[in-house]
């Protein structure tokens, strides 16, 4: 029978390490994880729930504090799961992630780049132009509670503003607490999508119930108060559909390759806007293609890198999966006056026989989401590109698909590095480059 939580000893230990999720290695007899505790810290601990590979504990005191720790800039910190690092410097945290990289590739791929890049960063906080938000009436409150989920329990946070997301989203929580508590539909309101562009912001709510008469004038209300769209989505993604009037004009600009490419509330667009225009232009310098040069753009997305490829190079094709990621797409070659790309719908988790993928590509760029892109690699490796460049949300399995480029289709891995997109998380963007041997 396990002990009770308080019958459990106190107990003192130096971490060793952070686990993917942010928590304090201590090895003391079986590995524990305690919340809250940084690499090279003393710290006493008790452990809170023991499991077959490992315990978890809370901390107690830091005996002797790390250098790198700070003091979390949020209240929420340490309950809300929006943010697993903020206890940390930030070149800590780059730190961390670089080190997560190297033991990936090591590990999972058995390879190691002879060139480190210099990471990416941009503004650690209110860059978040991407987050989806829940919702819940809580009877004991007798209100809406408005935030990201918990960190170790399967609640909604109860937020009052939040430090990493962009304007004007970051002050609107409270707001939008209030709002839905005075709505007769407040308990059939589990969620909130946000979209930031650079001139206008889009809530997305999520409803299991028609709102009244009453309710849409209070969400018409605070439309014009908050200088805000909101949309409704009674269904699936494709039910959703301004309050009233027509959708708004979502945007964002890309300076160096002179562009501007439209989204819609549900699309992905990379989250941190000024980290991603640094990596446009990494991408770009780095994929080194030309006028007379042909690229391939795998889960192209809505166009981010393959427009501002097409501004360089003589031609560029672009594949994703989400028919309507590809109308956007399109749209955005057209609005830009883009006439050297073109784009396909196609499943890019198998090997792919359509016309496009027999062609001859010169280079080829690859930004699968987070399960990889193992079924495509077949496909690129017998193109024989002169560089690939793969960008990647989980370096598990990035370091799995450039350890298979590498031991079974002949290409060397040349270099690596990591892009800090979303600063105080555990979440590590990277990207490889690759060449034929």
């Known amino acids: 029978m396990r002990r009770p939580r308080e019958a459990e000893p106190i107990e003192t230990g130096v971490v060793a390490a952070l686990t993917h999720e942010g928590e304090g290695v201590v090895r003391a007899g079986k590995t524990v994880f305690v919340v809250g505790a940084l690499p090279g810290e003393t710290v006493r601990f008790r452990r809170m729930r023991r499991r077959r590979q490992h315990d978890e504990a809370e901390l107690i005191e830091v005996v002797q504090a790390a250098p790198g720790r700070v003091t979390p800039r949020c209240a929420h910190f340490g309950i809300c799961g929006g943010c697993a690092l903020q206890h940390l410097e930030s070149r800590a945290q780059l730190a961390a992630k670089e080190r997560e990289l190297a033991e990936s590739l090591e590990r999972l791929g058995q390879v190691q780049p002879p060139e480190w890049l210099a990471p990416l960063e941009g503004p650690a906080w209110h860059y978040r132009r991407r987050a989806r938000l829940g919702a819940k009436f809580v009877s004991k409150k007798e209100r809406v509670v408005v935030g990201f989920r918990e960190r170790h329990a399967p609640y909604v946070a109860d937020l009052r503003s939040c430090v990493v997301l962009a304007a004007p989203a970051d002050r609107l929580i409270e707001p939008l607490a209030q709002l839905l508590s005075g709505l007769t539909i407040r308990e059939r309101v589990p969620q909130i999508e946000v979209a930031v562009g650079d001139a206008a912001t889009v809530l997305v709510l999520r409803v299991l119930q028609e709102p009244t008469p009453a309710d849409r004038e209070r969400l018409a209300a605070f439309e014009a108060a908050e200088k805000v769209r909101i949309y409704l989505q009674p269904g699936g993604t494709a039910s959703v559909a301004p309050l009233a009037g027509e959708r708004a004009v ?51 997305g809505l166009g981010n890198f393959t427009l501002p490829l097409a501004r360089r190079a003589g031609e560029v094709t672009g594949v994703e999966g989400d028919a309507g990621l590809i109308e956007r797409a399109r749209a955005n070659a057209g609005r830009n006056g883009l006439g050297n790309v073109t784009f396909h719908v196609a499943d890019l988790a198998v090997p792919v026989p359509a016309a496009w993928a027999r062609e001859g590509y010169s280079h080829v760029l690859l930004d699968p989401p987070r399960t990889g892109a193992r079924g495509i690699l077949p496909t690129i490796a017998q193109m024989r590109p002169r560089r690939l460049l793969y960008i990647s949300c989980h370096p598990g399995s990035l370091a799995r698909d450039v350890g298979l480029l590498v031991h079974e289709h002949g290409f060397a891995l040349r270099s690596a590095g990591v892009v800090d997109m979303f600063p105080h998380t555990t979440h590590v963007e990277s990207l490889a480059v690759l060449e034929p041997e």
Do not use: H, M, W
């Open 250 to 300: 979502l945007d964002y600009r890309l300076p160096q390759s002179g562009l501007v490419l439209g989204f819609d509330a549900t699309d992905f667009v990379q989250i941190n806007r000024e980290v991603n225009e640094a990596l446009v232009g990494r991408v770009v310098e780095l994929l080194g293609a030309g006028k007379g040069d042909r690229v391939l753009d795998l889960f192209c």
